[in-house]
């Protein structure tokens, strides 16, 4: 067999350094023809020559080993070239197997060399730098070509090229690996800096914490929990980013939540660069450090730089200016007449659809904290007859709401009886109808009863002579509700005097009703332009959330928003909205370029659609750039400053993908409060699941449920006297403890101050938080108030802000999600003890839940069910009776009001509350036996009297004049046979 053509021996012996040329001659037939053929393998490269000429190509492009091939005639060597196939055929017969052998050699080692240098490139990138998910595309691509190759030459490679080989089939695709290359990463990392990690902050980082900051992805989130430090991870993971020279200072960008949070971060940044400098010499620049901006100011710096000097706008200074500016605006809207004041009306009140409703208890605290108020300053029960009663006013119909009627109709129906309206001066009467076209009924009231009741009152009214116009629920429903009462009223000689527009204008003023709605206006302003709704925008938004009053709002939300940014165009000022826009303008025209390789997001879960558009803006500048974000989406609290709870717990899909860590150690509280709050926002399926851990342990609950009544046997509630109870046991227990009281709204905690005033040397040393401002905040020991139900309540159920509402962000449907994120901000702020203070006779439902848990200490006995029973209202299912005096007189009434009018008179003897069923009254406490007997005729209490026929019941209206007079008397009471109540107590 005739040896391939081979080159020097000395380049054989010597291949490292110059690699041997192998040749491959003609066959003799092709050289008897004269047919060039010839292959040579030179360094990397195979030249083939061929008749239709000379080609070549690197060994990087074989796809696999060359094969050998013994002809007849001819020697035939093959090649995979990609995924072509290339036939040398008419070499020299009987290849030298040796050379053939080298030959394939070479090819392997070469592809082994490259596989080696590939997997030290690979492994230095991986060991470098934390492998981002921009880069895994590329970096599999190259590593795809590189493991197919050697895998076809895997049998022909060195032992170490083999090793290579596997380190990268082991980390290939990168996609599927990368959370182990990171954890690796971090865990050298972590190794490497640990003295830097001990002390970066003033406490050694935890494990989570330090994994936290390692982290350097292009899109980092880590969600934490309160009291965990996310604070401490953004100073430690801007020193870190400036340690590992990852960034200059200048190149950081750190954002803040608020001013005040700007200040403490940056003075906290400060502060540990300055120890760091001392604790790590030479580590950190002298000369710079990284700057904590407020996306305001960052916004204002954007358009300085790039030129746009503007004033800021006193709107945005001082927030009570813009309103009373809109105020002033919409006054002058409704100057207009008709259409402004029809939109006005129709725009201030919720609409509600009785038949809607899911139950019983959402329509009632619907009413209990949505006040339905008419132009002539009646407090009515329903949107249809608040439509009623504004309709009767502006067509200057006098009348009166549920007036007085005859008493004897108590006999027929069973209660007294008050029609909704009276036409004032006339006999006629009003009632209109919760049924639809086929008698039905609101879900939760028994049909057959209901319309036994309207034949009875038609009945009542056929046998009183007085006249009962009726109108319908479905007529509400088909539009013809104004149609059908101009009809009826028409039909009975009514006649209308309308009163004119400005006569209105100024009743809605008088009633304060422009300046307060004001306030709705301006936060839907807000809401607009923190979202950059166009108009068609803000419809689709009104369509979405299916706002009913959408027709009557629009008009004049447009109005005002055109006249707002025009006044603001018009001055050459801007607001705090505009801060943010245009910088965003400045970023994408580039007028300003900017540097930060680096942006720090605090508080992200608030981060708001625009601002968000800022950081994607800025993103998209710079090369290579990474968002790094710390938030709690148990703490998402600011939805009414455009806060997008979203853009935190659906990152991935609306911002990118990101790497995440989790930090759920907390070291503000101890491990009672961590399970009430953390058990408590997590209800809501759409937070995330944590499991909060503590470095403070408790062996029993530090949350208790406080009565608002001082004593067991105080009837009244007073807050401010508990709370300074309160006070007094803590500075008893840790004289230097710090005590904070917390109310959901300002009035609340202005009521503690009054009630403190009179004892100055406890109230100098609390502090007052609402508890959106608490955010970040912490003290030893937290008081918290203004758990009551009703509009103000916490929740509450009020839709005055319901087109505010619909523009906001999206949120999410679980029932006060957002005040149930509230509340954990408030529980989460004390170290060591937190104290609900609250009636149990009015609780708000969120301590309702929090006492079923069995978490919290509750500590009076009137939370248990037996004392609370005894003041339950009888009509409605949230609500308690709770005492009054009026004119010198004792009586209950449902705290459900106005929802809930339920009224209850107080025992004669205890002062306890009458019960009342079956014709008589029985007191509901315990020891108390009394009753009284009521009249079947006009329900007034019986008297018991001494006849000259023997003892007698007598009706207590005996004595009343007129109609008034009641003559009713028997021996034997009705109710006397029946038993009242059931002795709960
Ligand atoms: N690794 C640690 N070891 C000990 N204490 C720590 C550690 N990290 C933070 N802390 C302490 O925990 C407390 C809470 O920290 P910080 O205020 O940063 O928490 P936060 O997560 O911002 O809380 P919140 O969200 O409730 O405002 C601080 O007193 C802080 O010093």
Redesign the pocket.
């Known amino acids: 067999m005739k040896a391939a053509h081979s080159e020097s021996k000395a380049a054989k012996s010597d291949q490292m350094i110059v690699p041997e040329r192998l040749h491959f001659s003609a066959g003799f037939w092709f050289a008897l023809l004269g047919r060039p053929v010839g292959v040579t393998l030179d360094e990397d490269r195979i030249q083939i020559t061929a008749r239709s000429g000379v080609s070549a190509f690197k060994l990087v492009q074989l796809s696999a080993t060359p094969e050998h091939e013994s002809g007849l005639l001819w020697d035939t060597l093959v090649f995979q070239v990609g995924d072509q196939t290339l036939r040398v055929r008419g070499l020299r017969q009987g290849c030298d197997a040796a050379t053939i052998q080298r030959f394939r050699e070479r090819c392997s080692a070469w592809v082994g060399e490259q596989a080696s240098s590939f997997k030290a490139e690979i492994s230095s990138i991986l060991m470098g730098a934390y492998l981002r998910d921009s880069h895994i595309e590329h970096l599999d691509a190259q590593i795809n070509v590189m493991v197919s190759r050697s895998r076809r030459f895997y049998g022909g490679l060195s032992r170490d090229s083999r090793k290579a080989h596997e380190w990268l089939e082991d980390v290939y695709p990168l996609s599927a690996h990368k959370s182990r290359l990171r954890e690796a990463f971090v865990k050298r990392k972590t190794q490497e800096h640990a003295a830097f990690f001990r002390s970066a902050?003033?406490?050694?980082?935890?494990e989570e914490?330090t994994r936290a900051v390692i982290l350097d992805d292009d899109r980092n989130l880590v969600l934490?929990?309160?009291?965990?430090?996310?604070?401490?991870v953004i100073v430690a993971k801007t020193l870190y980013m400036i340690l590992e020279g990852m960034a200059r200072p200048e190149e950081i960008l750190v954002l803040a939540y608020s001013r005040k949070a700007r200040e403490e971060l940056q003075e906290r940044l400060n502060h540990r660069l300055q120890v760091m400098q001392e604790v790590m010499p030479g580590r950190f620049p002298n000369d710079s450090r990284p700057q904590v901006s407020t996306f305001h100011s960052i916004g204002l710096k954007i358009m300085a730089q790039s030129g746009y000097i503007a004033k800021v706008s006193q709107f945005a200074e001082y927030p009570s200016s813009r309103k009373r500016w809109l105020t002033k605006q919409l006054d002058e809207y409704l100057h207009g007449g008709a259409e402004p004041i029809t939109q006005f009306i129709g725009a201030i009140h919720p609409v509600c659809d009785p038949f809607e409703f899911e139950s019983q208890r959402e329509y009632e605290r619907f009413h209990r904290d949505n006040v339905y108020e008419t132009l002539n300053g009646d407090k009515v029960r329903s949107y249809q007859e608040l439509l009623i009663g504004n309709w009767f006013y502006i067509q200057g119909i006098e009348h009166t709401y549920e007036p007085n009627y005859d008493r004897t109709a108590f006999s027929s129906l069973g209660y007294l009886y008050r029609p909704d309206f009276h036409i004032n001066g006339t006999l006629i009467y009003l009632e209109h109808f919760g049924i639809d076209r086929k008698d039905n009924t609101r879900r939760d009231i028994d049909a057959v009863a209901y319309n036994d009741g309207i034949r009875k009152k038609r009945e009542i009214h056929r046998a009183n002579g007085t006249t009962l116009l009726e109108t319908y629920h479905y007529e509400w429903c088909e539009g013809m509700l104004y149609a059908s009462l101009e009809a009826r009223l028409q039909e009975v000689g009514v006649v209308s005097d309308p009163r004119s527009w400005s006569e209105i204008h100024h009743r809605l003023n008088e009633l304060n009703r422009v300046s307060q709605y004001a306030e709705v206006f301006d936060h839907a302003i807000s809401a607009v332009r923190l979202e950059r709704l166009s108009h068609d925008g803000i419809m689709n938004r009104f369509k979405q959330a299916k706002y009913a009053n959408a027709e009557y709002f629009y008009p004049i939300l447009i109005h005002l928003l055109d006249a707002y940014i025009k006044a603001l165009k018009d001055t050459g000022e801007i607001d705090f909205e505009d801060m943010i826009i245009h910088a965003i303008d400045a970023v994408e025209e580039v007028r300003f370029e900017p540097t930060w390789k680096y942006i720090l997001v605090d508080e992200f879960q608030d981060i708001s659609q625009l601002r968000m558009d800022l950081l994607n803006t800025i993103m998209g500048k710079v090369s290579l750039p990474s968002l790094y974000c710390v938030g709690?989406d148990w703490?998402s609290i600011y939805r009414f400053s455009g806060g997008k709870l979203e853009l935190t717990t659906r990152f991935e899909q609306l911002i990118g993908t990101a790497s995440k860590a989790t930090?759920q150690k907390?070291?503000?509280y101890n491990n009672s409060i961590a399970k009430v709050a953390g058990d408590f926002v997590m209800k809501n399926p759409e937070q995330y699941k944590k499991l909060i851990t503590t470095?403070d342990m408790a062996d029993s609950p530090q949350v208790y449920v406080v009565d608002t009544r001082l004593s067991e046997v105080a009837h009244e509630t007073d807050e401010g006297a508990k709370i300074r109870a309160i006070v007094e046991t803590i500075r008893r227990n840790d004289p230097d403890g710090s005590i904070a009281v917390l109310g959901r709204y300002n009035f609340v905690l202005d009521n503690i101050r009054a009630a403190l005033a009179c004892s100055p040397e406890l109230g100098r040393e609390l502090i007052y938080w609402t508890f959106h401002g608490s955010?970040?905040?912490?003290a030893d020991y937290c008081i918290l108030a203004g758990f009551r139900q009703g509009r103000f309540g916490f929740p509450s159920e009020n839709r005055t802000e319901e087109p505010v509402e619909a523009l906001l962000p999206s949120l999410d449907g679980f029932s006060y999600s957002e005040e149930r994120r509230l509340m954990y901000?408030a529980l989460?702020?004390a170290r060591k003890k937190s104290y609900i203070v609250t009636d149990p006779l009015a609780p708000s439902v969120f301590v309702e839940e929090l006492m079923v848990g069995g978490d919290v200490d509750i500590r009076s006995p009137r939370f248990h069910e037996a004392y609370r029973a005894s003041y339950k209202c009888p009509d409605c299912i949230d609500g308690y009776l709770v005492k009054r005096y009026k004119y010198g007189k004792t009586y209950y009434t449902c705290n459900g009001y106005p929802g809930c009018r339920t009224k209850a008179k107080a025992c004669g003897e205890c002062d306890g509350v009458m019960a009342e069923a079956n014709l008589q009254r029985q007191c509901r406490s315990k020891d108390c036996t009394h009753i009284e007997y009521l009249c079947p005729q006009c329900a007034r209490p019986l008297r018991l009297q001494r006849g000259s026929f023997g003892e007698f019941w007598g009706c207590s209206g005996f004595g009343a004049r007129g109609n008034e007079r009641c003559t009713y008397k028997t021996k034997k009471p009705a109710g006397s046979s029946a038993q009242v109540f059931q002795g709960l107590d």
């Open positions: 902050e003033s406490n050694p980082l935890t914490q934490a929990a309160a009291g965990t430090g996310k604070t401490s709690d703490q930090i907390t070291f503000r470095a955010k970040g905040l912490e901000v989460t702020r």
